[in-house]
């Protein structure tokens, strides 16, 4: 019941946030209360809870702090704690006034089906963990509307946190987040949100095949002038097994850095690159990572259909004909339907794919610098 | 300012780590492959198992799924009652798999090829018990090592004759490698059974300890009480109509009599159990301690608990 009270009064307190916030004053950090979750013995969980806070006005993030409770000394280790912001526009489809977090891997099992249209605004992997954006910039996190049509009037969090208990007992494990508004006067560049999905058209992998969306689409993130890459990762559903992506130069060749994460199939370097759907990462640029507006990033997915997973079934509706194609994937099995293997194609559902580029951007500075101190500041 | 700056660092590279240990994909082939009419007394001669008779078995720990695979469709071939004819998987099977082994696969879509006439009928193999009218088939879960026995029971009029007949299949094989089930979905046990059993009259009572129980998750499915005595069957009552809301309660009622009252607690409360039975055939020779195992199915949930109870002139007896 505490725990309860606490949500509460935190969901209050962030809500006085945006009552009337004071021009030239820092708006109150936004205070959120992971519920209490009991991790059953030897067990490996992810939890996730949606937080809606009333908002009408984005709130210049800039520095964040995630404490985690339950875990010295009592054999549960933290494996991810991921907070991610809602920008769908159906926020009013996730859960309301969450009172217990709900499991599911990578949280694909609740929300609307735009739930995929979310950023990774902080993470922790420790007890107790601190982060900021860069000096000089910040991360607006914008509210959005309920339904489509809406006007934005709430900031959607939705955190993803994977406990392990090793301990022989159930344990009982919380958290708490912090999110801090910039200093007025302080902020040069606001950074702005990057979910690039054209790499979907290319998602059409065969039953007991492994596909590549490169080999039928060339996905590209085009920057709309001189930026700077702040953060990049990537987005897969269950059946995702890898994500790359690397810059392109003017001349459409490979350019530094590739020292990401080498391909897992091809062996060829990266920028970026990702083998977990739960936890993709993120490849951070604290000073930025200038992209001309002639360059691009060229990204992609490896996803497979009963490799090393369970195929996608789904119903059959012409006989021998393989169900499932780009932009119409196989329908549910269901009673009275024939449930055959299905073609892997993009879609909502935690059984359908996905193969999202995600992260930040901000303008470069006059004369094609990362460097934005000199700027004028815009809060 | 150094300082945000020395952390802007340090969290410059996130490492993307395991978040649920992958299970490596296993082979098994059934073998035995058991098909019978067991109101006729008759058992099909299924034929030996050959390589391309082998299934894949692939996992999701997030949608605690297990998946049979046969990407080239192997018919096995039996005869029985003079005919002759096909089985046949379909090329891809989902079962539940429970962090106890148990699996249950619903409407497996198994192709009868017999006597010149074929039929594709949907069956749901589980490794607790399947039950149409008086047949009942029971499998069990899979073991440390991988072995496992699927059942399921066909109604009568969905197969060519002589598989007419309510009919019964049982598929064992063992898994190898074996696969670690202890990320998968935790089920409730049945703890603290106690109660009496006997020919007039059976009551029982126990508690359904972890995972999950919930209304949600197994109202409105079938439902079935399966009780062994000793490694003998002591009563199967199935409870077609599942279990509706009653107030607290959720209820199941079976059409001889028998009474289901599960109350669901709150938080990790547990769930309490009770049993009323018309009773059940005890032996008369049974003396002494005999282990007691009830089996509870509620759609995919499997619970399962076992007590000693003291056997004495046809009556179980444990607990006060």
């Known amino acids: 019941m505490p725990h309860r009270l606490l949500t509460l009064t935190a969901l209050f307190l962030a809500s006085l946030a945006f009552v009337a916030p004071a021009a030239a004053k820092t708006p109150r950090p936004l205070k959120l209360r992971f519920p209490r979750t009991v991790v059953e013995a030897r067990r490996n969980v992810e939890a996730c809870f949606f937080v809606r806070l009333p908002a009408t006005e984005p709130f210049d993030l800039s520095s964040w702090q995630i404490t985690q409770q339950g875990f010295s000394g009592t054999g549960v280790a933290i494996t991810h704690f991921l907070v991610y912001l809602y920008t769908g526009e159906r926020a009013g489809e996730f859960p309301q006034r969450q009172k217990q977090a709900i499991e599911s891997r990578a949280c694909l099992d609740l929300g609307p089906p735009d739930r995929d249209a979310r950023q990774l605004i902080a993470s922790a992997n420790t007890a107790s963990t601190r982060g900021a954006v860069t000096p000089g910039l910040s991360l607006p996190l914008t509210p959005t509307p309920s339904a489509p049509g809406g006007a934005p009037d709430g900031i959607g969090i939705l955190i993803d946190a994977n406990w392990t208990n090793g301990a022989p007992v159930p344990r009982a494990v919380s958290a708490r987040l912090v999110l801090t508004a910039a200093t007025p006067g302080t902020v040069h560049r606001r950074l702005t949100p990057i979910l690039a999905r054209d790499a979907e058209a290319g998602i059409d992998v065969p039953p007991f095949g492994i596909g590549a969306t490169d080999s039928l689409v060339d996905a590209r993130w085009r920057p709309p002038g001189d930026v700077c890459l702040y953060d990049i990762t990537g987005k897969t559903h269950v059946r995702g097994r890898f994500f790359a992506v690397e810059a392109r130069d003017a001349a459409d060749q490979p350019r530094a850095p590739l020292d990401g994460l080498r391909h897992v199939f091809t062996g060829a370097p990266t920028l970026f690159g990702a083998p977990d759907y739960t936890d993709p990462g993120t490849r951070r640029f604290p000073q930025g990572l200038l992209l001309g507006a002639s360059e691009s990033l060229r990204y992609g997915c490896w996803h497979e259909n009963g490799d090393l997973r369970p195929a996608r079934l789904g119903c059959e509706e012409t006989p021998g004909a393989v169900p499932g194609a780009p932009g119409a994937p196989a329908a549910e099995c269901r009673p009275g339907c024939t449930c055959v293997p299905a073609n892997v194609v993009a879609g909502s559902t935690p059984d359908d794919e996905a193969c999202a580029l995600a992260g930040f951007f901000y303008d470069a500075a006059p004369g094609g610098s990362c460097d934005v101190s000199s700027l004028p500041a815009v809060n | ?320």
């Open chain 2, 1 to 320: 300012m150094r300082s945000l700056g020395l952390i802007c660092l340090l969290l410059s590279t996130s490492a993307a780590l395991a978040h649920d240990v992958p299970v490596n994909p296993g082979t098994c082939t059934f073998d035995p492959f058991e098909l019978s009419v067991p109101a006729g007394g008759s058992s099909a001669t299924v034929s030996s198992p050959t390589a391309a008779d082998a299934m894949r078995v692939v996992y999701s720990v997030a949608s605690a799924t297990a998946q049979f695979q046969q990407r080239s469709v192997s018919p096995r071939a039996f005869s029985i009652g003079g005919a002759t004819g096909t089985i046949a998987f379909p090329q891809a099977f989902n079962a539940q798999l429970a962090a106890s082994g148990d699996l249950h696969a619903e409407d497996v879509a198994l192709r009868v090829a017999l006597g010149g006439v074929t039929a594709t009928v949907p069956v749901s193999l589980t490794t607790a018990v399947a039950v149409v009218g008086d047949v009942v088939a029971t499998g069990s879960p899979m073991t440390g090592d991988g072995l496992v026995t699927l059942a399921g029971v066909i109604a009568a009029g969905r197969l060519p004759a002589p598989l007419d007949a309510t009919s019964v299949v049982r598929l064992t094989c063992r898994v190898a490698p074996a696969p670690d089930v202890d990320q998968f979905a935790l089920v409730p046990a049945v703890t603290s059974l106690a109660g009496v059993l006997s020919g007039t009259a059976g009551k029982l009572r126990g508690t359904l300890k972890g995972g999950t129980v919930s209304a949600a998750s197994i109202s409105g499915v079938p439902a079935i009480l399966h009780l062994d005595a000793g490694g003998a069957s002591l009563a199967t009552v199935d409870f077609p109509g599942g279990f509706t809301v009653q107030g607290r309660n959720l209820v199941a009622e079976g059409g001889d009599g028998s009474r289901l009252t599960l109350r669901v607690g709150k938080g990790r409360a547990p769930a309490r159990l009770q049993v009323t039975l018309p009773g059940v055939a005890v032996p008369a020779d049974a003396t002494g301690s005999v282990d007691v195992q009830a089996t509870l199915v509620a759609g995919p949930m499997t619970a399962r608990g076992s007590r000693p109870f003291r056997a004495r002139g046809g009556t179980l007896r444990a607990g006060s």
